[in-house]
């Protein structure tokens, strides 16, 4: 791969809130702000892959992502172009001269609709390759986990604004490389594998933070990232479970303040900073 490539892409982010008014419970009205959703089509060489709803902040970045991570596209240099057109909502992806994409058919055959908030679709081909990837074993101290946690409460700027939305940041120690909110955690987790794409950073060193639960399709994503450590603010589903089991991934969830729980990978967990214990209840 060449690491220096990137696709021609425009510049296509919409502004994630709206100012509107609503009326308090005293009857009083007042100015706030909703988030965005738009739909957004998504093409390939003109053909129709998925329509997805977005907050719309990093379209390109979406588009990208969301073929890496349904293992359509393997490689970026097979990309030309990412063009967004919100008259017509669509975004529109051209394949570099010669490339075509071949077993389309195949491909798109099979979708499961899955518990992702919007629209959540997973292909055959996507499931087909997500033992492909082998994930390093890692180690992660307790007091990173709460430095990590003080610094996202930094962020969800949208959230804080207009709610609605949900955050997802990738994560290398304590530093936040990048922060994505959409009104699907699914869209984010995209937008920032079309980042980690553009930029060619490696997940194997990363950690992948979500507001969201830890379903079988966060991670799904977070294995074709190459990212071997997920934590969550929600919780987890058993089918997300048993995948990162299977596929050796650590999964903490429930994590705010000084709270956690270590669903898989407990014994790559240096407990270095346990708080102490309230006192039993007599």
Known sequence: MDKAYRPK????????????DA?????EKKDVHVAGESPLTLKVNDREIVTLMTLGTHPEELALGYLRNQRLLEDI??????????????????????????DWEEKLSKRTVTSGCGQGTVFSCTLDKLYDTKLPKVSLKQSKIYSLLAEITTYNDIYKKAGAVHGCALCHGTNILKFVEDVGRHNAADAISGWMWLEH???SD????TTGRLTSEMVMKSAN??????LSRSGVTNMGLELARDLGIVMIARAKGKAFLIYNGSKQIELDAAPKK????K
């Open 206 to 209: 990363k950690i992948f933070y």
């Open 278 to 281: 309230p006192p039993a209840a």
């Open 77 to 102: 240099t097979d990309i030309e172009s990412v063009n967004v057109n919100w008259e017509k909502e669509i975004v529109d992806v051209q394949l570099t001269a010669g490339k075509e994409i071949t």
């Open 201 to 203: 950073q490696q997940g």
């Open 225 to 230: 990232m190459g990212i071997p450590v997920l």
């Open 23 to 27: 009326i308090n419970q005293f009857g």
């Open 9 to 20: 892409l425009s510049q296509q982010g919409l502004s994630p809130t709206h100012a509107v």
